[in-house]
Structures are given as structure tokens and as C-alpha cells.
């Protein structure tokens, strides 16, 4: 089956840029999203077709995907990024949506 | 703004069926997919599947032989049915919306989630 394989945690600090990495094979071949979740809340989308940026999420959220690596970026992390972030992406190999393994972003 | 609401019981006996249901409102169902998807501490995000408005269905390969996602877009709601229910099927249920570009073969981003419900299965 296909895998989204993500860094368990990455330290920041407030102001600093945080980069988290998605790995899959081929993963550029496919269209990644991005999903934000906070503690006891469900996921929000913050990038979606491995670039584009939803109404309403700040410009300091961007994405990029290239070989078998996406990377969201966030710029100037703010404490209010804290969260568990997920990336996402079709499978049409195993027919299924694939979702990685969390990343916890933690603003020192 | 489109709301999602997850509905059913919060606990199931072991082989039984689960049935949820999601109430969708401050938008039309019309040309979208509506999606169940669960989340457990041990196995993260999965996607169980999808129902297209039209009532076109998709599931994920290793739930399908107990999977039947449904839509009644007169009241606004879809939902899950999950037959021979056993503890790893304990999780959190969202339902959500998803959508994808003009064309595409399946929808590529979950834009609008519900709270979530979490299901305990026990005896």
C-alpha cells in the first residue's frame, strides 16, 4: 500500500520558518493537500492541489511538491500554528486516499 | 459557509453495525462529494469513502466488504453503515466535503470537515 511518510515533530520558533516534509514515491506525479489540526478540533485545509491556498488561510502557509517530497512552509510561525499537520494525496494505485503521519509542529 | 454535523450512537457492540449520519447545511449538496473519514491514535487519518451526489459511490479497498455510504440530498444528509464492527474500528468520525478540479477523476481536497464523533466499540 501506499505511504505518507512526515517528521513526528518540528520545533520553531515564534517568527521563524517551519518547514514540514511529506515523502511518498513519485509524490509528484499526484496532487497534495495540507490539513491543520489543533487540539481537540477537526482538520482544516490549508493548501490543497500542492500550491493553492483557501480563502481565508494567511499568506504565510504556502506548499510545494517536487520529486517524491511536498513541503508545506509556513513563514513567521505564530504560537497560534501549534498543531498537528497531515498531508494527503490519491492513490490511484490502491484506489484509496493516503494520508501521512502527522506532524507536530510546536512553537518554542 | 457549508456545516457538517456527525450523528449516532456513541457506542456499539461488537459485530453489530454502526450507522452514522451527517447533516449538511448552508449549502447545496448538488456536485459535490461527501465524504466519511476516521482517525484513530494508533493509525492516524483514514479515508473510508466517499458518496457523489448523484449517489456514485467509491470506498476504501480494505473497508469495502463492510462499508455503505448513502445520500438522501432531500434532507440534506448522508451516511455510513459499517457492518461486523470490532475494537479497531474505535475512532473518531468525521464526515466532510470534498471537491476536485473540472474533470478530475475523483475529488483531490476534504475542504469542509464536521466536529467528529467518536465511536467506542465495546461490550
Known amino acids: 500500500s501506499y505511504e505518507l511518510n512526515q517528521p513526528p515533530s518540528v520545533p520553531v520558533s515564534p517568527g521563524q520558518r517551519a518547514r514540514i516534509t511529506c515523502s511518498g514515491d513519485?509524490?509528484?506525479?499526484?496532487?497534495v493537500s495540507w490539513y491543520q489540526q489543533r487540539p481537540g478540533q477537526s482538520p482544516v485545509v490549508v493548501i490543497y492541489?500542492?500550491?493553492e491556498r483557501p480563502s481565508g488561510i494567511p499568506e504565510r502557509f504556502s506548499g510545494s511538491n517536487s520529486g517524491n517530497t511536498a513541503t508545506l512552509t509556513i513563514s513567521g510561525t505564530q504560537a497560534v500554528d501549534e498543531a498537528d499537520y497531515y498531508c494527503q494525496a490519491w492513490d490511484s494505485g490502491s484506489g484509496s486516499y493516503v494520508f501521512g503521519t502527522g506532524t507536530k509542529v510546536t512553537v518554542l | 459557509q457549508v456545516q457538517l454535523q456527525e450523528s449516532g450512537p456513541g457506542l456499539v457492540k461488537p459485530s453489530e453495525t454502526l450507522s452514522l449520519t451527517c447533516t449538511v447545511s448552508g449549502d447545496s449538496m448538488t456536485n459535490y462529494y461527501w465524504t466519511w473519514i476516521r482517525q484513530t491514535p494508533g493509525k492516524g487519518l483514514q479515508w473510508i469513502g466517499y458518496?457523489?451526489?448523484?449517489?456514485?459511490?467509491r470506498y476504501n479497498p480494505s473497508l469495502m466488504s463492510r462499508v455503505v455510504i448513502s445520500v438522501d440530498t432531500s434532507k440534506n444528509q448522508f451516511s455510513l453503515r459499517l457492518t461486523s464492527i470490532i475494537p479497531a474500528d474505535t475512532a473518531v468520525y468525521f464526515c466532510?466535503?470534498?471537491?476536485?478540479?473540472?474533470?478530475?477523476?475523483?475529488?483531490?481536497?476534504?475542504?469542509?470537515w464536521g466536529q467528529g464523533t467518536l465511536v467506542t466499540v465495546s461490550s
Open positions: 513519485k509524490l509528484r506525479e499526484k496532487f
Open positions: 458518496v457523489y451526489s448523484t449517489g456514485a459511490t
Open positions: 466532510a466535503r470534498a471537491w476536485g478540479l473540472e474533470g478530475a477523476t475523483v475529488p483531490n481536497v476534504f475542504d469542509n
Open positions: 492541489q500542492d500550491t
